[in-house]
Nanobody, 122 residues
Framework: QVQLVESGGGLVQPGGSLRLSCVASGSRFGIYAMGWYRQAPGNERELVATITLHDTINYADSVKGRFTISGDIDKNTTYLQMNSLKPEDTAVYYC????????????????WGQGTQVTVSS
């Protein structure tokens, strides 16, 4: 069972910055990818950014140029630097880890953190 611990959320004014951190523990066979998703009230959870073991990075169009994902997947850590924050970035941000499971065919299991609130408001 993989556990994820997030930190770094809070209240920030429009145009400000925040940095989220996530550390995973409990993986037996390694983590293939980690990422950040967010969910605003009344909306479905949506992808923000992901990074794989091979450093392949993917961003939602809405955050490109403002957010930067980084981390060391080998060490089960990821960070999300959020700059030029907008009120529409307000949401609960969840860390995700895709854990490798061996078998006749290797497959991935998703784990989620408890979420951290990010509020962008003046």
């Amino acid at each position: 069972q993989v556990q994820l611990v997030e930190s770094g959320g809070g209240l920030v004014q429009p145009g400000g910055s925040l940095r989220l951190s996530c550390v995973a523990s409990g993986s037996r066979f390694g983590i293939y990818a980690m990422g950040w998703y967010r969910q605003a009230p009344g909306n479905e959870r949506e992808l923000v950014a992901t990074i794989t073991l091979h450093d392949t990075i993917n961003y939602a169009d809405s955050v490109k140029g403002r957010f930067t994902i980084s981390g060391d997947i080998d060490k089960n850590t990821t960070y999300l630097q959020m700059n030029s924050l907008k009120p529409e970035d307000t949401a609960v941000y969840y860390c995700n880890a895709r854990d490798i499971q061996p078998g006749p065919k290797v497959y991935l299991v998703d784990y989620w953190g408890q979420g951290t609130q990010v509020t962008v408001s003046s």
